[in-house]
């Protein structure tokens, strides 16, 4: 079984070199995080995977999944009290191959990073198009930062009516598919923006965000555009609670990270509590004096553009760098 697994496994690390999006998100965060856990992939490597041991295997499920490690969350008809005499059980006897003793502490987290690593990026790849991230640190702290920083993706990248998606689509047609994204990790935080382009265009499509988002940024965001903003927001959290496995899902992340609850209740007052003022210096303490990380995959952008960036160096990752696929090795990483 454990030999049928590893087959699927690698063909889900393969398939992710058949989705330029995806791989240029694994290789953006790889490059951030370039000697820390969170940049290691979540399906591990073609050398992990393919030398992954029963044994290991074993040991490692019986050292981790134990009981006190474990939180169980439950939406739809079940009652609290019903859901407590089902798993009443679980903690009561030794579990198999565990022995009596405790083994592990549950710890939330890791170390955060203590270093990340800006700069631009590219890796040369035998397709059509430019796939690109263009990433900044987005620190935020309370539950109001928080909303604030969904608020920010939503105004600089969040649909048809984005001020990116208006000024790279648009306004010059250089690419089909532009979107922000937030990337709330436990102890860090990121803001992203995707694009596909033309490769001829791919470093000035770099330069425009960054404008973009700075001018737009001074300028701040409207109080017409704040109200339209918060409604969006509230009408896509209703509608996730139509979902019981969104509610779950909910309910163990709040639970993992030891947040209270959040109602809709609760989450529209915090939405609605935050002025422009809140949001405008959220996204421009994000963007004073920032060193953004941008990561390129495609074909080789043409001289010219490269030439654009001035004294900004391209680090290039050749497709034939890394001998089992991405992520690159600890050793290519410290020559790149």
């Known amino acids: 079984e454990l030999e049928k697994e590893k087959q699927v496994v690698l063909q889900e690390i393969a398939s992710v070199r058949e989705q330029p999006e995806e791989e240029v998100f694994d290789l953006f965060i790889e490059t951030i995080f370039p000697d820390h856990p969170l940049g290691r992939s979540i399906t591990g490597t073609v050398e992990s995977v393919s030398g992954m041991s029963r044994a290991r295997l074993v040991r490692f499920f019986h050292q981790h999944y134990r009981p006190q490690n474990m939180i169980i969350a439950i939406a739809g ?17 030794v579990w198999p191959g565990r022995g009596s003793d405790v083994a592990t502490v549950p710890k939330l987290g890791m170390e955060p990073p203590t270093q990340t690593r800006s700069g631009t990026f590219w890796k040369i790849a035998p397709i059509e ?3 690109l991230v263009w990433g900044i640190s987005a620190p935020v702290t309370t539950l109001a930062e928080r909303l604030a920083a969904l608020l920010i993706q939503q105004w600089w990248g969040g649909g048809m009516s984005s001020v990116l998606f208006d000024e790279i689509r648009e306004r010059r047609g250089w690419a089909y598919t532009i979107y922000a994204s937030h990337l709330p990790f436990q102890d860090t935080h990121w803001m992203t923006v995707y694009a596909g382009v033309n490769p001829d265009c791919a470093f000035t499509v770099k330069r425009r965000i960054e404008s973009t988002l700075k ?3 001074q300028k701040g965001l409207s109080s017409v ?10 009408y896509q959290y209703e509608l996730s609670l139509e979902s019981s496995e969104s509610r779950m899902m909910t309910l163990a992340n709040q639970a993992l990270l030891g947040r209270s609850p959040l109602t809709l209740k609760s989450y529209k007052e915090v939405i609605h509590a935050l002025t422009p003022a809140q949001v405008n210096a959220l996204a421009q303490k994000w963007l004073k004096g920032v060193k ?7 074909p080789k952008p043409p ?26 090795s600890r050793r290519h990483r410290k020559k790149l």
């Open 77 to 93: 008809g079940v009652s609290f009290d019903h859901a407590k005499r089902i798993f009443s059980d679980l903690g009561t006897d």
């Open 129 to 131: 198009q430019g796939h």
């Open 215 to 217: 001018r737009v940024t």
């Open 225 to 234: 555009d704040l109200k339209r903003l918060q409604q969006s927001l509230i």
């Open 292 to 298: 953004p990380t941008f990561v390129g995959l495609g």
């Open 303 to 328: 001289k010219s553009e490269v030439n654009a960036l001035g004294a900004t160096s391209v680090s290039w990752i050749d497709e034939g760098s890394a001998k089992a696929g991405w992520p690159l």
